[in-house]
């Protein structure tokens, strides 16, 4: 591999700030600026002309040298709940129209926080993204076994195809009954499309087809994801078009690359619209496992503290085990399977107000300020009291060198915004704003709880992970439980840095159901040789699309999944294979013992029903080309004074101990391996500060991150196994 297609720029766009990780010639800078929601390519431009000013260079020179870019975005997301996309038209089999307008039972509670769902009385559902007059049965069936039962009706689909254009269709989607198995009937529909619009035209038809986004079982999943992927097309093409364009423009000729939710990246030629939503949590949540694995810690929570949201995921037995398989995206559930992670309205820009009809009773978020206008204190017309607001109020942020003094915050407009609470609540603005800190604070540790406690895991035994350009200033306030915190030198933009670590990896789905373990019998009575065609076929596609874009798949990894239940259930679990293809019926026996293992610690050995036989439902093989590693660097260990990096010293407010303190304040990047900072303390770097509060101590590892824990009890193990058997010693 060349030095330039080592070199990287990875960028991740979050709701307030976009982040950008540069590696280049060896060297690594990281930059932020404010997201630009009108025009998202004026921020990425922007975050990597910073960049190049940092490395003393021209935007022109340092896209010279650059190999690949990778870009995780919001746009999508964004753009759907503008509900900003074209007209489309659904085709669909004839006695199934309205299928996505029943949608499922519980489809009223999809995408509904918690408090909302309790109101019963106000709740709807969604609005449709396609109305029932843009939908069209066509007369055509294929039946379960992929067999055409009734042939497709040529004259009739082209009349309702012109009458869906003459309604205002600029796109269609096409999801017939079955066509995962048999896509005939809907690539013939795609042909009919095409000869009656061609590509030429002006008024050219993008044209999705469910068999292609989705091969596998489920009507509404499937056309939902298609609907998706068609509705949010065009704006993605533009935004993207757009980025690709400016960096052309500046000489760049590497390949450009999108996060994907399924845990890698694929070039955007490739990648579908509903693959790249929540693209950013996803790869930092590969980053933290990647970096733990290295660090020796087995059980990690990732949490990201940004602007608008607070994202966590965790990392159990050093890996990243934890999937969505029926994902809710907006309102509407799809049949995608991505990387699990949980998100709640928590972050600087959170708005805080009184809720009058529970006792004026102070809340924060879900709503936020975003970039613009921004908090109160940013000075760009924001009035509302904020999360950053109260932090600045109370102490714990400089306002001469937020964003390493490129932006100044104002203080008395964070007073101001504090007082219209203060007011009402007649209590001062810093009891408000120590209120605000608290309550986010509480908010975010309930969020970790759930997640951790309700997967049956011991918090006791995680370490978290504190990232993001809140992560360090809060992370003394969430960690509720965990005993230890990590915070690193790039913190504030470890997504973008989990992207740059992120393989290439594309996923093929295929719904095939075998019969493994024969029910009572006890027999291995699958058919190896379909079920090795399955596969060789999934493997085949994947070696052609490598090669189109590039690669060599003698390079990749390749990887099986199924999805496996026992007799009588409903719900598959996910197993991942032992080999890709079975030999002998040892491989047979060896695929269910690892079912089984898998089953019996997601759920218990107790419900484990071999008797009841086990099947084969979907297979889901996994194409992987490594990427380069960042490899932490271990060096010598100096003593705990950490006066060298001492800058002065200003007053804070200190909850624990109800009282403002002249606390001493460190130059994050100049505390040296070794050093230790015993709290009240504060650390300052350009894009983050990290709070240490009276109990806690802040040590600085031998790789340079800095170890957060309490005073007492200062024996943390980072293997639970470790920790546990130190317990029962």
């Not at 489920?218 to 097309?233: F, I, K, N, P, W």
């Not at 060599?552 to 259930?569: I, K, Q, R, S, V």
């Not at 380069?628 to 407010?653: C, D, I, Q």
């Amino acid at each position: 591999m060349s030095a330039s297609a080592m070199n990287s720029i990875d960028i991740d766009v979050g709701g307030t700030f976009t982040d950008m990780v540069l590696n280049v010639d060896g060297r690594i800078v990281q930059a932020k600026v404010p997201t630009t929601p009108y025009d998202l390519s004026l921020c990425f431009l922007n975050v990597i002309e910073v960049g190049a000013q940092e490395l003393g260079w021209s935007l022109e020179e340092l896209l010279s040298r650059v190999g690949m870019v990778r870009y995780s975005t919001t746009i999508a997301m964004n753009r759907l709940i503008e509900r900003k996309g074209p007209r489309l038209a659904l085709l669909t089999t004839e006695g199934h129209e309205d299928a996505i307008l029943i949608g499922r039972g519980a489809q009223w509670i999809d995408g509904k926080r918690l408090h909302e769902r309790r109101n019963l009385a106000a709740q709807q559902k969604p609005q449709p993204l396609i109305p029932r007059r843009m939908i069209a049965g066509i007369k055509e069936r294929i039946d379960g076994r992929g067999q055409v039962v009734r042939p497709l009706d040529e004259e009739d689909a082209r009349e309702k195809i012109h009458r869906l254009i003459d309604r205002g269709a600029r796109g269609f989607v096409i999801s017939l009954l079955w066509a995962f198995l048999n896509p005939v009937h809907e690539r013939r529909l795609k042909e009919i499309i095409r000869e009656e619009y061609k590509e030429y035209h002006i008024g050219y038809l993008p044209v999705v087809l469910s068999s292609d986004v989705l091969g596998k079982l489920g009507e509404y999943q499937r056309t939902m994801t298609a609907v998706l992927d068609a509705y949010l097309h065009r704006s993605l093409q533009i935004e993207l078009s757009a980025m690709w364009d400016r960096l052309r423009e500046h000489g760049y000729r590497g390949s450009f690359m999108m996060v994907q939710n399924s845990g890698g990246v694929t070039e955007i030629y490739k990648a579908s619209a509903s693959r790249t939503y929540n693209g950013g949590p996803v790869a930092g949540l590969i980053g933290a496992r990647d970096i733990a694995r290295q660090l020796g810690y087995t059980n990690v929570v990732a949490s990201d503290v940004g602007g608008t949201s607070f994202d966590i995921g965790l990392v159990v037995s050093a890996d990243v085990r934890n999937y969505e398989f029926n994902p809710v995206i907006d309102r509407w559930m799809v049949g995608l399977t991505m990387i699990q992670s949980l998100s709640i309205g928590a972050g600087g820009g959170s708005i805080a107000r009184i809720n009058r009809e529970l006792g004026n009773r102070i809340e924060v978020g879900p709503q936020s300020a975003g970039s613009y206008p921004g908090p109160a204190c940013y000075n760009q017309g924001g009035s509302e009291p904020t999360v950053t607001d109260a932090d600045l109020m109370l102490g714990y942020l400089n306002p001469d060198y937020y964003f390493g003094g490129r932006m100044k915050l104002n203080k008395s407009a964070a007073e101001r915004a504090l007082r219209k609470l203060a007011r009402p609540l007649h209590m001062d603005e810093t009891e408000v704003a120590a209120l605000i800190r608290r309550i986010v604070d509480e908010n975010m540790a309930s969020a970790i709880r759930k997640e951790v406690v309700l997967r049956g895991y011991r918090p006791e035994e995680f370490v978290l992970f504190a990232f993001g350009g809140g992560g360090p200033t809060h992370a003394a306030g969430y960690h509720g439980d965990i005993p230890q915190i990590v915070i690193f030198p790039y913190s504030p933009v470890f997504c973008a840095l989990g992207s740059s670590i992120m393989d290439i990896i594309h996923v093929y789905e295929a719904s095939h159901r075998f019969t493994v373990i024969e029910p009572f019998t006890g027999k291995a009575v699958i058919d190896r040789e379909a079920f090795n065609n399955v596969v060789r076929r999934l493997k085949e596609q994947a070696e052609q699309e490598l090669r189109a874009e590039g690669l060599n798949p003698e390079e990749a990894l390749y990887t099986l999944e199924l999805d496996m239940l026992y007799g009588g259930l409903i719900q598959p679990k996910r197993t991942a294979t032992p080999g890709l293809f079975l030999n002998s019926e040892e491989d047979v026996w060896a695929l269910y013992r690892r079912f089984e293992q898998e089953f019996s610690e997601a759920f218990s050995p107790l419900i484990v029903n071999l008797p009841g036989g086990v099947y084969i439902e979907t297979f889901i093989l996994k194409a992987i080309v490594p990427s380069h590693k960042v490899e932490l660097v271990a060096h010598a260990l100096h003593g705990p004074s950490p006066e060298e990096a001492r800058k002065g010293s200003r007053p804070a407010y200190w909850p624990q101990i109800s009282a403002w303190v002249d606390t001493p304040v460190y130059e994050q990047g100049r505390l040296l391996p070794g050093n230790e900072v015993h709290g009240p303390a504060i650390l300052e770097s350009e894009y983050t500060t990290v709070v240490i509060p009276p109990e806690m101590v802040y040590r600085v590892n031998t790789y340079g991150l800095g170890i957060m824990s309490h005073k007492k009890g200062e024996a943390i193990y980072a293997d639970s196994h470790i920790r546990r058997e130190a317990e029962v010693d």
